[in-house]
């Protein structure tokens, strides 16, 4: 197991362009999986270089703790519909906020093996893919907030009163 140190909002790490990934070295593979491992450790479904201080453009996403993806420069393809819901970072912990996205993303990436492929998810991967790749570009979901982030202990509460 290898968990890094998640880099939180006001780190400078966050706001830069990440550089693409030329060559799948040791190293590279050996981030991949300390970035599956430290997004596990913190419940998220999604995590990007840049949040554990690597600029460079890759991001690991699992949305159903079944299905984990690396996804070495992502390069989003299509994007269709919308979707608007509460949004949570890693880098903003303890809050979320409500972010419009797509409803349907289509990726293309370079997995560990060198290869080619092509993901594509609907709803909360869609989010995730769309959140993630965001990360590379030096952005994060409270720059696209529809208004103010609320406490996660709120949201629960809010959402434990609508049932
Ligand atoms: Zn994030």
């Not at 693409?20 to 593979?29: A, C, L, Q, T």
């Not at 997004?39 to 554990?52: E, H, I, K, R, S």
């Not at 949305?63 to 420069?73: F, K, S, T």
Request: glycine residues 10%; contains cysteine; negative net charge.
């Amino acid at each position: 197991m290898g968990i890094r140190n998640l880099r939180t909002m006001g780190d400078e790490c966050l706001r830069k362009k990440c550089k693409e990934i030329k060559i799948i070295s040791p190293r590279i593979r050996l981030l991949a999986e300390d970035m599956l491992d430290t997004m596990y450790a913190a419940n998220g479904v999604g995590l990007a270089a840049p949040q554990v201080g690597i600029l460079k453009r890759m991001v690991v996403i699992d949305v159903d703790g079944e299905h984990p993806y690396v996804l070495i420069n992502p390069e989003i393809l299509e994007m269709s519909g919308e979707q608007t819901g509460y949004e949570g970072c890693l880098s903003v912990p303890g809050k979320s906020g409500i972010v419009t996205r797509p409803n349907y993303a289509k990726v293309r990436a370079t997995g560990l093996d060198g290869k080619e492929f092509i993901l594509e998810g609907e709803e909360l991967l869609a989010r995730a893919i769309c959140h993630e790749c965001d990360h590379l570009d030096g952005i994060i979901y409270v720059d696209k907030v529809e208004g103010d982030l609320i406490d996660n202990e709120e949201l629960e509460r809010m959402e434990m009163e609508e049932e």
